[in-house]
């Protein structure tokens, strides 16, 4: 059974970080690209950040580029998101998902996810952050 398991969540202090890990079971994610969805209470799901299978490719969402880093280890077969000088905005259930590479990852472009997100078809249960003073 393929399976996404995030961890690293909690409860931040504004400026604080975090970082989320994303382990894969059941497969390999040599040939996946990954990316990091959020989804705050009475808003829609938004890409955050994803990366292409060798880790050359990566795409931050332009409200957390310079603060969010993804990065992946195939050898342990998980994918991380740091999250540093996290804001109050930044709270909600954050997802990782799979994607088979060459759908979101053409002609080695940097990875997508809107419009593609419903191309990723394996998704972990979600991890919650919370920024609150």
């Known amino acids: 059974q393929l399976q996404l398991v995030e961890s690293g969540g909690g409860l931040v202090q504004p400026g604080g970080s975090l970082r989320l890990s994303c382990a894969a079971s059941?497969?390999?994610?040599?040939?996946?690209?990954i990316g990091w969805f959020r989804q705050a209470p009475g808003k829609e799901r938004e890409g955050v950040s994803c990366?292409?299978?060798?880790?050359?490719?990566?795409k931050h969402a332009d409200p957390v580029k310079g603060r969010f880093t993804i990065s992946r280890d195939n050898a342990k077969n998980t994918v991380y998101l740091q999250m540093n000088s996290l804001k109050p905005e930044d709270t909600a259930a954050y997802y990782c998902?799979?994607?088979?590479?060459?759908?979101?990852?053409?002609?080695?472009?940097?990875?997508?996810?809107?419009?593609?997100?419903?191309?990723?078809?394996?998704w972990g249960q979600g991890t919650q952050v919370t920024v609150s003073s």
């Open positions: 998902a799979a994607v088979p590479e060459q759908i979101v990852v053409p002609d080695q472009a940097r990875c997508i996810m809107e419009p593609l997100t419903d191309e990723y078809d394996v």
């Open positions: 990366i292409s299978s060798s880790g050359g490719n990566t």
């Open positions: 059941g497969f390999t994610l040599d040939y996946y690209a």
